[in-house]
C-alpha cells in the first residue's frame, strides 16, 4: 500500500470510531500510542500511514484510507449523515467498520428499503451519483393495483411525471408469479421516483426495495439493517 504522511492524531482519530483529534492527543500524552515500537507522547508527530505500525492501548489500528459498506437499509432510516428526528444510516454501521467522514452514496427515502452503500471516498461517490455515470438501478415494486402492459411503453418513452419532471426512458419487468409486482430499473435517481411514476399511472407504491447498482446485486445473506465491508474492487462494479 502507498503510505501517506500524517499526523499521528489525525491518523488515530479517523480510523477509531468515537475518538476525536482532543481524545487521540490525550492517548498520546498518556502514553497509550505506540509507532513501530517506540511510545509517541506527542499527537503532533507525523508518522506514515499505510507503512507504520500504530497501536494504541495495546491494539493494533490498521490503516484505511477509505471504506466501502453495503447496508440492507430497514424502513424507518433516512439517507443523511444528520438528522433531527429520525435515525440515519449511519446509526446502523458497526464500531468496526465506522470511519469519520461516511455518508450515504445516494438516498433512498426514509419508507423505502434495499441497497444504500456508504462510504468516506467522495471521489468515487461522485462519479457513481453523476447524471452523466448513467448507473442503473434495480427496484422491486409491490404496488396497490395489478401491473398493466401499457407501463411498458410509457416507462419507455420518458415519462412526464408531477411537477413537470421528464424522466429518462426506464424499463419495467413484470413478475409472472404476482401481477401486483414487478422490478423497475432506473438510470437517474429523482426525487421518490419510482413513487411518482406510478402515482402517473393511477398506480401506487406499497413497498419498495432497492436490489441492485450498477453490477452490484444487494447481498441475499444480508439481512435488514445488516452492514457488509465491500473492496473498492466490488464497489467499481458499480461504474
Ligand atoms: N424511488 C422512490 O420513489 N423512492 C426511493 O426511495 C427510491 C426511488
Not at 415494486?141 to 408531477?162: N, R, S, T
Request: contains cysteine; charged residues 30%; proline residues 4%.
Amino acid at each position: 500500500m502507498k503510505s501517506e504522511i500524517m499526523r499521528v492524531d489525525k491518523y488515530i482519530s479517523s480510523q477509531l470510531n468515537g475518538v476525536s483529534r482532543k481524545d487521540a492527543k490525550a492517548l498520546c500524552r498518556k502514553g497509550e500510542v505506540v509507532v513501530n515500537g517506540s511510545v509517541v507522547k506527542n499527537g503532533d508527530e507525523k508518522i506514515a500511514a499505510g507503512k507504520d505500525t500504530v497501536t494504541v492501548q495495546g491494539e493494533n489500528v490498521a490503516y484505511k484510507k477509505y471504506v466501502y459498506i453495503m447496508l440492507n437499509k430497514p424502513q424507518g432510516y433516512v439517507c443523511s449523515t444528520k438528522d433531527g428526528k429520525s435515525p440515519t444510516v449511519l446509526e446502523l454501521v458497526p464500531p468496526e467498520l465506522y470511519q469519520n467522514g461516511l455518508f450515504p452514496a445516494g438516498r433512498l427515502d426514509k419508507d423505502t428499503e434495499g441497497l444504500v452503500i456508504l462510504t468516506n471516498d467522495g471521489e468515487l461517490a461522485h462519479k457513481m451519483l453523476s447524471p452523466k455515470s448513467h448507473v442503473e438501478k434495480k427496484y422491486y415494486v409491490e404496488l396497490e393495483y395489478p401491473v398493466q402492459d401499457c407501463y411498458i411503453k410509457e416507462f419507455e418513452k420518458g415519462m412526464e411525471i408531477d411537477g413537470g419532471d421528464v424522466c429518462l426512458p426506464a424499463r419495467i419487468e413484470f413478475i409472472p408469479e404476482n401481477d401486483k409486482t414487478c422490478y423497475v430499473y432506473l438510470k437517474q435517481g429523482m426525487y421518490h421516483q419510482v413513487k411518482r411514476m406510478f402515482g402517473k399511472l393511477s398506480n401506487n407504491v406499497v413497498y419498495l426495495k432497492r436490489v441492485k447498482i450498477g453490477d452490484l446485486d444487494l447481498n441475499s445473506n444480508l439481512e435488514l439493517g445488516q452492514c457488509l465491508e465491500l473492496l473498492h474492487k466490488d464497489v467499481e462494479k458499480i461504474l
